[in-house]
C-alpha cells in the first residue's frame, strides 16, 4: 500500500494558478490510479479528476474540465493537480487517493484505498 502526502496549496486570487502534488511512497505507486477530491466546509467529498496507472486516460468532474489537469511521473513517484482560472467555489480541502485497480477511473471515494492528509486551496474573489 502507498502513503501520499499532498502539497502546493495555499491562497490565490481568482483567476489565478496553482499545482498540486502528490508524492507518494512505496515502490508499487506506478501500479495506482490516482484521484483527486476536494470538500468543501459543510459539504461532502467531490470527485475532482483521476488518472490511470499509465497516465495514459484521466477524468474529471464537470465542473472543472477545462481548467484544471491531472498529470503522473511514475519515475518520481508523484502525481499533480494544475488548476488554472481558479473559482472561488474551487476553495476546499484538496486530497490526493491511490486505488489498486490501476485502470479505473472512479469517482465513488470508496473504492480508494490510501489517501493523504489532504491541503487547504482558498481562492479570493
Known amino acids: 500500500q502507498v502513503q501520499l502526502v499532498e502539497s502546493g496549496g495555499g491562497l490565490v486570487q481568482a483567476g489565478g494558478s496553482l499545482r498540486l502534488s502528490c508524492a507518494a511512497s512505496g515502490r508499487t505507486f506506478n501500479s495506482y490510479s490516482i484521484g483527486w477530491f476536494r470538500q468543501a466546509p459543510g459539504k461532502e467529498r467531490e470527485f475532482v479528476g483521476a488518472?490511470?496507472?499509465?497516465?495514459?486516460?484521466?477524468s474529471y468532474s464537470d465542473s472543472v474540465k477545462g481548467r484544471f489537469t491531472i498529470s503522473r511521473v511514475n519515475a518520481k513517484n508523484t502525481a499533480y493537480l494544475q488548476m488554472n482560472s481558479l473559482k472561488a467555489e474551487d476553495t476546499a480541502v484538496y486530497y490526493c487517493?491511490?486505488?489498486?485497480?490501476?485502470?479505473?477511473?472512479?469517482?465513488?471515494?470508496?473504492?480508494?484505498?490510501?489517501w493523504g492528509q489532504g491541503t487547504q486551496v482558498t481562492v479570493s474573489s
Open positions: 487517493a491511490a486505488n489498486r485497480n490501476g485502470f479505473s477511473l472512479s469517482d465513488y471515494p470508496t473504492l480508494y484505498q490510501s
Open positions: 488518472i490511470t496507472f499509465s497516465g495514459g486516460d484521466t
